[in-house]
């Protein structure tokens, strides 16, 4: 069974920094892209961050750009995004999928609160 | 960047009616493999999203053969024939042709 298991989000002030994780278990993880995506409260999807299966190709949303990091360690079957400088507009819960969003994890909330 | 303009904003139906979503992009979604990379989402109350359709026409592992999808170019449509109360919530458009990848904006189905 294909599992995405996500963590590291909680409350966190403006300008703060936050790692979230993304565990992957069921399929061969190292053979797939996988993407960062996120949901404020009550909207849509905005697309966040991708990278590659070697981690060759990284690519970002605008509204990140230079302020979160994607990364993965295919050793351990885990993807990674790097939060800093973070805003309110990134309070959201945040969902790892792989390529072409086949598989979605359940999400982590990530709130940027004083 | 993409826009996916999805209609209608919201539907209201009877379980075992029919319904259609449009989703129309700002750009032609071929990639230059020759495959169109458009998909289809659905997210149930309280769920994660869900991918139920490909490539513009192929069923995800376990979707329910109620569900198709057609359309090329910039032009695409999913279908539901006999809608029954598992289908009901939000259902997106996707390209994940060019980057940034973008989504529509929705379409939620509610039971009349």
């Known amino acids: 069974e294909v599992q995405l298991v996500e963590s590291g989000g909680g409350l966190v002030q403006p300008g703060r920094s936050l790692k979230l994780s993304c565990v992957a278990s069921?399929?061969?993880?190292?053979?797939?892209?996988m993407n960062w995506i996120r949901q404020a409260p009550g909207k849509g999807l905005e697309w966040v961050a991708y990278i590659s299966s070697g981690s060759s190709y990284i690519y970002y949303a605008e509204t990140v750009k230079g302020r979160f990091t994607i990364s993965r360690d295919n050793a351990k079957n885990t993807l990674y995004l790097q939060m800093t400088s973070l805003r309110s507009e990134d309070t959201a819960l945040y969902y790892c999928?792989?390529?072409?969003?086949?598989?979605w994890g359940q999400g982590t909330l990530v709130t940027v609160s004083s | 960047d993409v826009v996916m303009t999805q209609t209608p904003p919201s539907l209201s139906v009877a379980i075992g009616q029919s319904v259609s979503i449009s989703c129309k992009s700002s750009q032609s979604l071929v990639y230059s493999d020759g495959k169109t990379y458009l998909h289809w989402l659905l997210q149930s109350p309280g769920r994660s999203p869900k991918r139920l359709i490909y490539q513009v026409s192929n069923l995800g592992s376990g979707v329910p053969d109620r569900f198709s999808g057609t359309g090329s170019q910039k032009d695409f449509t999913l279908k539901i024939s006999r809608v029954e109360a598992e289908d009901l919530g939000v259902y997106y458009c996707a390209q994940t042709t060019h980057f940034p990848y973008t989504f529509g904006a929705g379409t939620k189905l509610e039971l009349k």
């Open positions: 069921g399929f061969t993880f190292s053979n797939y892209g």
């Open positions: 999928a792989s390529r072409g969003f086949a598989y």
